[in-house]
DNA sequence: CTCCTCCCTTTTTTT
DNA sequence: AAGGGAGGAG
């Protein structure tokens, strides 16, 4: 037991034994919080507390799995009966439980925003509400916020607040959209993300035994990113620790960075006020950073008016200083990040793994991703468009859920002619008026369509007929098949599989692809239930509720040594020696979106500290000058974040360069060389002089680029690197994208003439020979 | 009823 | 850049 404090400093020490009573640990970045939380659940097991009375709720999905992991690692697999996970996941398994006594059955579905955003956008349409005026996100977030706020759609339209806001606002529907989504999502014994807060709460308040007992259940609390919490999440936590009180809170308020969805930093101060006697901890002393990022960071973070006081210090090297990059398009900017990375490998015999790139929208995943792919190295994303969402994968889902739930709507509109089964939009609309005007669910009717009189032909109503039959089959399957075989079973019964085999598009075989993605997921969930000795079988049921909470793949399989891409959310909880931090600019880093009030500024930069202060080693920051976004090329300003750092923590001195043009020495202004040529002659000379270039070299060269680029953008024909005529079957080509490819065909004549080219890697491409650059090679 | 095409919006961040 | 919606042809 000596042991578990062994490798912790003096404070860290306090806050691991300090386990009674309330108590709250402000802890800085690379404090050691996550350890602290560790051992300190590790100490409390070993103290013979029970590994199941111990409630800890953490910020994500993967945070969890690390630190279950090593407190197994510490005590054993005793600490696998511990209720941890985030606040979505333990609530969602407690509410399956007690479904009953809210009004729902213990198969409700899950919707996440996807879902919400197609049932709202129905009920927009259904009413004749004109979009533009409520916009989907809008809504969703104004519903979103008074649920977190334990609003629900009856307080909503009689508080005269909320009523005065949407009368400014222009939008006074929004509490009848809110109350027909709210009975929609009850109707269809579905939850969102917030009715699971805002249900564990009414469980929690309307039914006293519920109440006491998981108040006794649960005999320590602790949660992590405390910052982080939304009202609902709080008054959870209040009500469960009522009785044994001892519940302790991790955070640091110069680290919250959802305030957009609600997330209140001042539960923090609430927390003082709600437990008077709650012990105060501080961990300032930083064991993750060198000195250079630490300062760097407190100076950035020192431009918020609102934070708690705390120092935060470090025993660590002085360390490099923090880099620069300003590159003239995303695109460059993401080949000197990749070739940055490539340097620092060689140079300092680093992993992949030991590289982080941070960005703050996914969208700007896409340029690094095709940069680190050219540059060979291995990289993994995490989140962007998250696998679960993707339509395939939604699609299937969808059977899923509509076999385990029956009342869930939005699934059956969703699938109930994909593939096509001749129900169309008409025939379909008629039974849904049908339904709501009887005061029946949309099953009630489509399960037995011939009992009602609606007035679609008699065949339509035997295709009906025929889907309802199939569901009803796949539900009768629930309790007897494991998840993975009734899947499987679903999707080819449906004719789901063979839909996708049967239509010839590019993208068939990703979704083919993702697909088996799923179902190795599935059996995975089945196996591990195979490990862990449970006797009962693992249902389709089980797997969407485990399921619909996850943000993405958990492959821990083969991730290990390859960068890592994220948003600077996701990053938080995470360390790396080298970190860069993409896209330092204005309406971008900070986002356009959040750059109106102090407050959303304040926001934003937490975000920036957040990434700063993953970083061990190695600090680079990179802006481009230009950017696109939304399928247009913008011309951007540098982040006024990076003004924030103080010069002498800084590589370079900020300062404008001089660039002289009269000794400017052409190397590539022959407009004649093709583009991908250009662009090999030009990596090929960065490398080279990487580390020696001054900025105002590679700046000329960028210059030339970019002219050579307009020239070919004026006049796109001139780009041509030979003539068309000499493009006829046979020849080889090499493409700027696809490589070297044969071709098999050419037509047309002129600005139409198009060529059939065959590619080894992507296969045939119809290339327009007015665009594609197409080079003979022998 | 389905399929095709064109146009439109969308993106801030996540459970 | 890409998926969804609207609208029209078959």
């Known amino acids: 037991m000596k042991d578990l404090l062994k490798d912790l400093n003096e404070a860290q020490q306090t806050a691991v034994q300090e386990t009674e009573g309330p108590s709250m640990i402000i802890a800085g970045p690379g404090s050691g919080k996550t350890r602290v939380l ?7 097991i070993s103290n013979g507390v029970d590994s199941f009375r111990i409630l800890a709720l953490t910020f994500t999905n993967k945070a969890a799995n690390e630190m279950k992991e090593r407190i197994k690692n510490l005590i054993g697999a005793e600490a696998l009966n511990l209720w941890m996970g985030t606040f979505h996941s333990v609530f969602a398994r407690i509410l399956r439980i007690e479904a009953e006594k809210i009004g729902y059955t213990r198969n409700f579905t899950i919707y996440d925003t996807v879902d919400s955003k197609r049932i709202i956008s129905q009920i927009l349409k259904e009413n004749i509400i004109d979009a533009q005026i409520y916009p989907l996100n809008y809504v969703l977030w104004r519903i979103s916020s008074a649920k977190m706020n334990l609003i629900n759609p009856e307080n909503y339209n009689f508080n005269s607040q909320i009523q005065a806001e949407d009368l400014r606002a222009k939008k006074p529907l929004l509490g009848q959209i809110y109350q027909t989504y709210w009975n929609r999502c009850r109707r269809a014994n579905a939850m969102d993300f917030d009715d699971i807060l805002y249900n564990m709460n009414l469980l929690l308040r309307e039914f006293p035994e519920a109440k006491e007992k998981y108040q006794k259940k649960f005999q320590y609390i602790l ?6 919490t939304c009202f609902s999440q709080y008054v959870i936590i209040k009500t469960l620790s009522q009785h044994y009180r001892n519940v302790c809170v991790v955070g640091d308020d110069a680290q919250g960075i959802y305030g957009f969805r609600g997330a209140k930093i001042e539960n923090i101060l609430n927390f003082n006020k709600d437990y008077p006697d709650c012990r105060v901890m501080k961990l300032e002393q930083n064991y993750r950073s060198s000195k250079n990022i630490v300062n760097a960071a407190n100076s950035v973070i020192s431009n918020n008016h609102t934070q708690l006081s705390k120092t935060i210090w470090t025993e660590n090297d002085a360390g490099e200083k923090i880099k620069i990059i300003r590159t003239i398009s995303d695109h460059e900017e993401a080949m000197q990040v990749a070739q940055d990375i490539f340097q620092t490998k060689m140079n300092f015999q680093a992993d992949n793994s030991d590289f982080a790139i941070f960005y703050r929208t996914n969208a700007q995943s896409r340029a690094l991703e095709e940069a680190l792919r050219r540059t060979n190295i291995p990289y993994r994303v995490y989140g962007s468009l998250s696998f679960y969402k993707r339509k395939e994968i939604k699609d299937l889902m969808a059977y899923f859920r509509l076999t385990v739930n029956n009342n869930d709507e939005d699934a059956l509109l969703r699938i109930i002619n994909i593939p096509a089964r001749g129900i169309g939009d008409v025939s379909l609309n008629k039974i849904v008026v049908f339904a709501h005007e009887n005061g029946l669910s949309l099953w009630d009717v489509v399960s037995q369509i011939k009992k009602y009189r609606i007035e679609i032909s008699a065949g339509i109503a035997d295709k009906v007929d025929v889907f309802g039959t199939l569901i009803k089959s796949f539900n009768a399957q629930l309790e007897t098949k494991n998840a993975y075989d009734l899947a499987l079973h679903i999707s080819k019964a449906s004719g789901y599989i063979n839909m996708l085999k049967s239509v010839n598009e590019p993208e068939t075989q990703t979704r083919l692809e993702n697909i088996d993605e799923l179902f190795n997921g599935l059996k995975v969930f089945c196996e591990n239930a195979k490990e862990n000795d449970t006797e009962k079988i693992l249902t389709l049921s089980d797997f969407l509720l485990e399921v619909s909470l996850l943000t993405d793949l958990d492959d821990d399989k083969d991730n290990n040594n390859k960068v890592s891409l994220m948003t600077a959310h996701s990053a938080k909880g995470l360390e790396f020696p080298y970190v860069y931090i993409t896209g330092l600019e204005e309406n971008l880093f900070p986002s356009s979106m959040a750059i109106t009030t102090r407050a959303e500024i304040e926001e934003e930069r937490r975000l920036f500290y957040v990434a700063l202060t993953r970083g061990m080693k190695r600090i680079t920051l990179t802006h481009a000058e230009s950017r696109f976004r939304w399928g247009k090329r913008e011309f951007t300003q540098p982040s006024r974040f990076l003004e924030e750092i103080p010069e002498k923590y800084m590589e370079k ?11 400017e020495k052409n190397n590539y202004e022959n407009v004649e060389v093709c583009s991908s ?16 270039k001054t900025t105002i070299e590679l700046k000329k060269i960028n210059q030339n680029f970019k002219k050579v680029k307009k020239a070919n953008y004026d006049n796109p024909t001139l780009a041509a690197p030979v ?3 000499e493009i006829v079957a046979g020849v080889n080509v090499e493409h700027e994208k696809y490589g070297k490819g044969k071709v098999l065909q050419v037509d047309g004549a002129g600005n139409d003439k198009k060529a059939v080219v065959f590619f080894p890697v992507t296969g045939k491409k119809q290339l327009l020979l007015k665009f594609a650059k ?5």
Do not use: C, G, T, Y
Not at 38 to 44: D, G, N, Q, T
Not at 223 to 228: G, L, R, V, W
Not at 680 to 690: D, I, L, R
């Open 223 to 228: 949660i992590d990113e405390f910052q982080d």
């Open 677 to 692: 040529e250009l662009r090999f002659k030009k990596q090929n000379f960065e490398q080279k002089s990487f580390s020696s």
């Open 653 to 663: 001195p900020r300062k404008k360069e001089f660039v002289d043009w009269s000794e």
């Open 774 to 778: 197409l080079k003979i090679i022998n």
């Open 723 to 725: 003539n068309q005529d």
């Open 38 to 44: 560790v051992h300190k659940i590790a100490w409390l």
